[in-house]
């Protein structure tokens, strides 16, 4: 498969040495950063005995898995494994990777193989806003927007210019990353519209 | 009714509840291997239980606990002999529920690796968390899985021991969903403390944990006894429900074990032989309630 680039967050709530649950198409992964904050995206499941390592934490540039200790690093490998100090792990020891990419205060991923175009990029002058939760799936959200096939959007509302992100979470949710246009405009007002756009996105596309 | 469930699972004996959950007279339904089992005591004391549907079931009641079988006993209750020596007491912890499958559950409780980080600074510390060689068997003559000979370092091995130790373990898995360790008794080297971990399947990735001490600890008090094990299990709970899949898989390439786990591996040799799929990855498709797997 050879997924293009998808919306998972904001950078600015990825900072260094956390790692966050993200369902992506389904599909339970962690995004986490490095203490000097490299970002990785792995699948969200040890391959020791299947801990979400979500609820792991960040030691230097590892993710270290809650349930035993086992500790990943960057590139996917298995660094070490408390209970055997003296053991060397394995080569083939690896949580399987996702390619990620930040671009203009947002994160991007891709399950499969990445594609080569970069992600989509941002205008200078945006400002991160919020995520926000929607219980609809992503393509409603989409027509809703008139977003067509593209996964970022420029909307009007309220006399704000919001850059909108949609993620497909799973087949019922997705999420709505919200920048925000222009140097002068308040985020606390913004904030209010692309609240109110959501509510009004989640009433116009709710089942009859 | 029960057909469809593998011997290995419906012909073994689970628990219900707690004795001290069913006064004299009183009636409760329970979720047992995804059926609905009614299970009462009479005003003589005596316990009995049924499947809604009608059909009676075999029913025991010891270790502070009520047994049930659905299908025919494949053979008695199995026994734990520390239960004879008066001098011991028992406490129990009810029932903790727990979105995971209960073999999850036991795995778990095999499982010393674990404690410097589910169950840092009581059960291990993290400065400490080497798992020394273990003897494991299968013991063909009462079909149960024994480790042997295991040691972990424990800064506070159970409610009476203020400093460290090196722990010994037995750990005896003596069916599909009971399990339970001998530790070295803080109070009495030359003897051991009982911990017993009894799992009624609700469902295929639902249980109901029942956990036991019966210990020789004059110091302690019951609630101090309850309390640091509903502690413990209570850490143990995050990581249960949150392991993927909720099932347990017994292909041998699905996970991925060291040295540590040669418990994990014999227990799940052991459900693979018996034929176990309640619970399982490979169970699936067999009973319809579990949630998918990812
Ligand atoms: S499950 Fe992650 S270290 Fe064991
Ligand atoms: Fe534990």
């Given at each position: 498969m050879r997924g293009g680039w998808c919306p998972i967050g904001l950078?600015?709530?990825?900072?260094?040495?956390i790692a966050a649950p993200v369902i992506l198409d389904g599909r339970e992964l962690v995004a986490w950063r490095t203490g000097e904050g490299v970002l990785r995206l792995f699948?969200?499941?040890?391959?020791?005995?299947?801990?979400?390592?979500?609820f792991g934490f960040v030691r230097g540039d590892a993710l270290v898995c809650l349930y035993h200790g086992w500790r990943w690093g960057a590139d996917g490998g298995?660094?070490?494994?408390p209970a055997h100090p003296e053991l060397t792990p394995p080569k083939s020891l690896v949580v399987p990777r996702f390619a990620v990419r930040e671009a203009g205060g947002l994160v991007w991923a891709a399950l499969?193989?990445?594609?080569d175009d970069p992600p989509p990029e941002t205008p200078a002058d945006v400002r991160p806003l919020a995520t926000l939760a929607i219980d609809l799936p992503a393509d409603v959200v989409s027509a809703a927007l008139g977003a067509?096939?593209?996964?970022l959007v420029e909307k009007e509302e309220a006399g704000f210019a919001l850059l909108l992100a949609i993620q497909p979470v799973d087949a019922r949710r997705s999420s709505l990353h919200v920048l925000l246009r222009g140097?002068?405009?308040?985020p606390l007002a913004a904030l209010d519209a692309a609240e109110a756009l959501r509510m009004r996105i989640e009433r116009e596309g709710a089942p009859a | 009714m029960t057909r469809d469930l593998e011997p290995a699972v419906r012909d073994a004996w689970h628990v219900l509840c707690?004795?001290?959950?069913?006064?004299?007279g009183a009636a409760t339904r329970l979720r047992l291997l995804s059926r609905d089992v009614e299970v009462a005591r009479n005003a003589a004391g005596t316990v009995s239980a049924r499947l809604l549907d009608g059909e009676a079931v075999a029913t025991r009641e010891a270790y502070g606990h009520v047994f049930a079988c659905l299908?025919?006993?494949?053979?008695?209750l199995f026994d734990?002999?520390?239960?004879?020596?008066?001098d011991r007491r028992l406490a129990t912890c009810g029932a903790v529920r727990v979105r995971a499958s209960g073999l999850r559950l036991v795995e778990n409780f095999l499982d010393m690796a674990h404690f410097p980080f589910v169950h840092t600074d009581l059960l291990g510390v993290e400065e400490r968390p080497e798992v020394p060689r273990y003897d494991i068997e299968i013991r063909r003559d009462v079909d149960e899985v024994w480790a042997t000979n295991c040691r972990f370092w424990q800064?506070?091995?159970?409610?009476?021991?203020?400093e460290g130790q090196m722990s010994e373990y037995l750990y005896r898995v003596a069916g599909p969903f009971a399990v339970m360790l001998y530790k070295t008794c803080p109070?009495?080297?030359s003897r051991f403390d009982v911990i017993g971990l009894l799992i009624r399947p609700a469902e295929p990735d639902l249980s109901y944990a029942y956990a036991f001490v019966l210990v020789?600890?004059?110091?302690?008090s019951e609630t101090a006894i309850v309390h640091f094990q509903q502690t413990i299990f209570l850490q143990d709970r995050i990581v249960l429900e949150n392991q993927r899949p909720r099932l347990l898989p017994l292909?041998?390439?699905?996970e991925t074990p060291t040295r540590a786990d040669m418990s994990s591996v014999a227990y799940r040799r052991w459900l693979k032989e018996k034929g176990?799929?309640?619970?399982?990855v490979e169970g699936l498709a067999g009973h319809g309630e579990a949630e998918g797997v990812p």
């Open positions: 950078s600015q709530d990825l900072p260094a040495g699948e969200d499941r040890c391959p020791h005995r299947g801990m979400r390592l979500s298995c660094r070490a494994i499969g193989d990445g594609p067509g096939e593209e996964r140097a002068d405009a308040s | 707690r004795s001290a959950d069913l006064a004299p299908g025919t006993p494949a053979a008695p734990i002999a520390e239960f004879a020596e008066d800064p506070r091995a159970a409610a009476s021991s203020a109070a009495d080297p020789l600890d004059e110091a302690s292909a041998p390439n699905a176990v799929r309640y619970g399982t």
